[in-house]
């Protein structure tokens, strides 16, 4: 006799998140299976709170939506066999025409405008490229990855993706009309 697999959705990911022996970790749901991340070190919590800062006030300024940080849930695929995807984003910007209304201790049912990771020593190559072919599925239309080592930033869009290194300018396209920033600007020096 075979073995079914388990695969938990993301409405039972919900309750199990809230539980008192998951409430200190930091998880996502991937196709179904909880999979737990390491804590972020120092220069992660920096550069996560410069880039939510400028993001931020300019979403601010020009009244283009919301911005979100410290890892909320974006359901990014939902299916018939329970193989759900629920992964947090360290930036998220929802633009005006997309937000769901009034925050609630809901997961956001949609793929952000913008989504920001911010990559760590830790990070798998495998599980940033599935993050990244997630988001966009899930309707992302840009991505950015702030890689710390290197200290460059590639930027991914359905069409392809591109990286910038310290000298050249970050900018939010059509994504995040007018905002630009230097990238050596967001590492700590």
Request: charged share 35%; net charge negative; proline share 0%.
């Given at each position: 006799m075979a073995i079914q697999e388990q695969f938990i959705s993301?409405?039972?990911f919900l309750e199990l998140a809230d539980a008192p022996e998951y409430q200190d970790r930091v998880l996502d749901l991937v196709e179904g299976v909880i999979i737990e991340m390491p804590r972020p070190k120092r220069i992660h919590g920096v550069v996560v709170a410069?880039?939510?800062i400028k993001i931020g006030n300019h979403v601010g300024q020009n009244d283009l939506?919301?911005?979100t940080s410290g890892d909320p849930g974006f359901v990014l695929e939902r299916n018939d066999y329970g193989r759900d995807t629920v992964r947090g984003l360290d930036i998220a910007f929802i633009s005006k025409s997309r937000q769901l209304g009034p925050p609630?201790?809901?997961?956001?049912e949609l793929g952000p405008d913008l989504a920001v990771e911010v990559i760590s020593p830790g990070n798998k190559a495998g599980d940033i490229h599935l993050k990244v072919m997630q988001l966009l599925s899930a309707g992302t239309r840009l991505v950015w990855l702030v890689y710390l080592e290197s200290r460059t930033v590639a930027a991914h869009t359905a069409e392809g993706a591109v990286t910038?290194?310290?000298?050249?300018t970050l900018s939010g396209g059509d994504v995040l009309p007018g905002f630009e920033l230097r990238v050596g600007d967001i590492f700590p020096s």
């Open positions: 993301a409405d039972r410069r880039l939510t939506g919301e911005v609630d201790f809901s997961w956001y910038l290194t310290e000298a050249d």
